[in-house]
């Protein structure tokens, strides 16, 4: 077997020493025997199975294990933008369950059709046609396909180190080589260009850096001719990369100059996370096609949809999705009332607010250690990206993973993106005082580590 480690991207693997330690000095027996249970009948994968601990409830911004111990979860896998739990999706579901648990294909229902509705009263310009899908990555399948039949033609280009998913076709069009390596023939068509960072890019930093990229990717539209789609996060969610908003407007005059569909992949940084309610809004582009996920489903059922706009209404005649879960009303009745939530207890003005000071509060952390070089963030997506204090400011992944489980023995959760990115994504319904102690929580680490 080889033993060679995956590669650091999408998220904290599990073969690594640190893991082990954190596990053999923070858990108790009766954890360990259920997690030996665990790794006993799944089939092992880099960011899972072995697991690290077990859990018993969440709630809130909570998540609490078998031992009794709480986390503030600024994880969430970016499901839980209303918190754990919250009553008014758990009895929106229960209620659902008791009327209508399920709806086969051929038939509609009303949660459906309500949330179809809402959606496109909410998504910016005519994107006005709707299909839901189980989980994100089968709504970006669904998008490939819609381009597709639109264009006529079957090219992409996205992002390296991009994540859409980790089904075959997601990961043709995904960057990361965790995903891609050595599975064998991938998506044709598929062309990566490099992420538009303002930060340690292989362009270079700043916006000039980002103006080489825009000239790279025109260069590929032209020598191409034949591009169906370009697909990309408008914020690379879990490293939170933010482009100018030149940027997005830029590449919005390419895709139609070169009669290509813009799709954005929203589905972990949707409703609220940035502020807006899509994080399209922010740069007042408006994709082709929008896919959205995660947290739609409340943190209780798996739901992603596909919104698109109206002139892509043209594959009556093919089966773009057909999915078994298509309709779920008890999916949509979970995302109508996270929705509900989100309007009533005004969490996009919450999710800008406390993120400034999030936000400040991680600039004041910057300012102290040299082993931050780069604070970033919209709303409630935030980032720390660490470096190594030499001249080429290389990835500090080995620190990055030390200060993580640091952090998890205090009392924090989160997760690593491409080794060296501390991911922060709070609920939206998180508090200053749990703000606060995060950032304390992860003060104590840095000074732990470093």
């Known amino acids: 077997m080889d033993n060679k480690k995956p590669e650091r991207s999408e998220g904290d693997i599990n073969l690594?020493?640190?893991?082990?330690?954190?596990?053999?000095n923070n858990t108790n027996e009766k954890?360990?025997?259920l997690l030996e249970e665990d790794a006993k009948y799944f089939l092992h994968q880099s960011l899972s199975t072995p697991c690290l601990n077990v859990l018993q409830s969440c709630h809130g911004s909570y998540i609490f294990d078998m031992e009794g111990r709480e986390y503030l979860d600024f994880h969430g896998n970016n499901v839980h933008?209303?918190?754990?739990?919250?009553?008014?999706?758990?009895?929106?579901?229960?209620?659902?369950?008791?009327?209508?648990s399920f709806c086969p294909r051929r038939y509609t229902n009303i949660p459906a059709i309500n949330l179809a509705k809402k959606l496109t009263e909410l998504a910016p310009g005519d994107l006005n046609r709707v299909l839901f899908a189980p989980g994100g990555t089968s709504a970006i399948g669904i998008a490939l396909k819609l381009a597709r039949v639109k264009t006529g033609r079957f090219k992409t280009?996205?992002?390296?180190?991009?994540?859409?998913?980790?089904?075959?076709?997601?990961?043709?069009?995904?960057g990361e080589a965790l995903f891609r390596s050595n599975i064998?023939?991938?998506?044709?068509?598929?062309?990566?260009?490099?992420?538009?960072?303002?930060?340690?890019?292989?362009?270079?930093?700043?916006e000039e850096a980002v103006k080489r990229n825009l000239d790279y990717i025109e260069y590929v539209f032209e020598r191409e001719q034949d591009i169906a789609a370009f697909i990309a996060e408008p914020i690379r969610y879990s490293a939170v990369i933010m482009p100018p908003v030149w940027y997005w407007q830029r590449i919005r005059e390419l895709c139609d100059k070169y009669g290509a569909l813009l799709?954005?992949?929203?589905?972990?940084?949707?409703?609220?996370?940035?502020?807006?309610?899509?994080?399209?809004?922010?740069?007042?582009?408006?994709?082709d096609i929008l896919c959205i996920g995660k947290g739609l489903g409340g943190g209780v059922f798996p739901m992603a949809a596909v919104i698109a706009k109206e002139n892509l209404n043209v594959a009556a005649d093919k089966a773009l999705g057909h999915y078994t879960h298509e309709k779920s009303p008890v999916g949509a009745a979970a995302a109508l009332a996270v929705i509900k939530i989100i309007e009533e207890e005004n969490l996009l003005h919450r999710a800008a607010e406390k993120g400034k000071y999030f936000l400040d509060q991680l600039n004041i952390l910057k300012s102290k250690y040299e082993i931050i070089g780069d604070v970033r963030g919209i709303g409630l997506a935030?980032?720390?990206?660490?470096?190594?204090?030499?001249?080429?400011?290389?990835?500090?992944?080995?620190?990055?993973?030390?200060i993580m489980y640091s952090c998890l023995k205090r009392g924090l959760s989160f997760k690593i993106s491409m080794g060296n990115i501390l991911s922060l994504m709070p609920p939206l319904t998180v508090s200053i005082e749990e703000i606060a102690r995060a950032v304390n929580i992860l003060e104590e680490s840095i000074i732990e580590v470093i």
């Open 16 to 24: 690594t020493d640190g893991r082990t330690s954190w596990i053999n």
């Open 31 to 33: 954890t360990r025997a």
């Open 81 to 100: 933008q209303a918190g754990y739990a919250h009553p008014a999706i758990v009895e929106a579901v229960t209620k659902q369950l008791n009327e209508l």
């Open 157 to 174: 280009i996205s992002w390296w180190d991009s994540f859409h998913g980790a089904s075959l076709d997601a990961i043709g069009i995904g």
């Open 184 to 206: 064998g023939p991938l998506l044709p068509g598929a062309v990566h260009v490099p992420p538009p960072s303002l930060f340690n890019s292989v362009l270079g930093e700043g």
């Open 263 to 287: 799709i954005f992949d929203e589905i972990p940084i949707c409703l609220g996370r940035t502020g807006y309610m899509f994080a399209s809004e922010y740069y007042g582009v408006v994709p």
């Open 382 to 402: 935030l980032a720390i990206e660490l470096i190594n204090t030499d001249t080429k400011k290389t990835p500090a992944v080995e620190q990055a993973d030390l």
